[in-house]
């Protein structure tokens, strides 16, 4: 999508013929299993499944206009790896015109190994920035618990804590400070899961600039360059081209 894009319900004309825009975006989301790069666009084009216009159709066939310039790219996985769970999460605040939700986005990678991306709006509105960015902080955390139990499962050993990048001040603040929390009881749930897997040592928050922020790529449309440089850092690459 081009930086700025924002998709609206009424935008356009509607069009005669929904079941191909549904088939289309029902084949996009099947391929964000692997590439992620398209994760957050096919994320946007869902929320118009009842009434697509001429817009939103526009819009996925960009999507397969850039699959089309690189279709084979896909994620590497290396063969050796310093086993850590990674985690970046991020949000886009009241990005959606019609009802003001959020986005959420987060990578979670082991060692260097991208295992598990999401980006998808957040089920209620937020009241600033902090609150989305605190909501998608938790349902990272949430993802990270049940890595952690995956990983156990299948007897591997990995290091401990997981580390948490997030390039908010103020909810990273909210964490640290019990002080907080008088001022967040309408996100009092997220404020607990997120302070008890802290103290249990689940993870370790970390600062993260906006520049090195690689779920960015998760929550909002970005200018070529910078896309380029987070999707790489995400370990998609062209699989088939000749070392």
């Known amino acids: 999508m081009q930086r700025g894009t924002?998709?609206?319900?009424?935008?356009?004309?509607?069009?005669?013929?929904?079941?191909?825009?549904?088939?289309?975006?029902?084949?996009?989301?099947?391929?964000?299993?692997?590439?992620?790069?398209?994760?957050?666009?096919?994320?946007?084009?869902?929320?118009?499944?009842?009434?697509?216009t001429s817009t939103h159709h526009e819009a996925a066939i960009r999507v397969l206009r850039y699959i089309k310039s690189c279709p084979d790219v896909g994620l590497f996985y290396p063969s050796t790896s310093h086993l850590q769970l990674k985690a970046f999460c991020d949000s886009d605040w009241a990005t959606f015109p019609d009802t003001r939700k959020s986005v959420t986005g987060y990578t979670?990678?082991?060692?260097?190994?991208?295992?598990?991306?999401?980006?998808?709006?957040?089920?209620?509105?937020?009241?600033?920035?902090?609150?989305?960015?605190?909501r998608a902080m938790a349902t990272t955390v949430c993802e990270i618990q049940w890595l952690t139990y995956l990983l156990q499962d299948f007897n591997l050993q990995f290091h401990t804590p997981a580390l948490l990048y997030c390039d908010s001040q103020s909810a990273r603040h909210i964490v640290a400070n019990t002080s907080f929390h008088e001022q967040t009881k309408h996100i009092e749930l997220d404020c607990h899961i997120v302070r008890e897997?802290?103290?249990?040592?689940?993870?370790?928050?970390?600062?993260?600039?906006?520049?090195?922020?690689?779920?960015?790529?998760?929550?909002?449309?970005?200018?070529?360059l910078p896309f380029s440089n987070f999707i790489s850092k995400l370990g998609l690459k062209d699989i088939y081209t000749p070392a």
């Open 108 to 134: 979670i990678f082991l060692g260097d190994s991208l295992i598990s991306w999401k980006s998808e709006k957040q089920p209620t509105v937020s009241k600033s920035s902090s609150e989305a960015e605190y």
């Open 6 to 52: 924002k998709l609206q319900h009424e935008s356009g004309t509607l069009m005669d013929d929904l079941s191909s825009y549904r088939q289309l975006v029902g084949q996009l989301i099947y391929l964000t299993n692997t590439r992620p790069d398209i994760s957050y666009v096919v994320q946007q084009l869902s929320q118009f499944m009842s009434k697509p």
């Open 197 to 224: 897997k802290l103290q249990q040592k689940l993870f370790h928050l970390l600062p993260v600039s906006s520049s090195q922020q690689l779920a960015d790529v998760l929550t909002k449309p970005l200018d070529p």
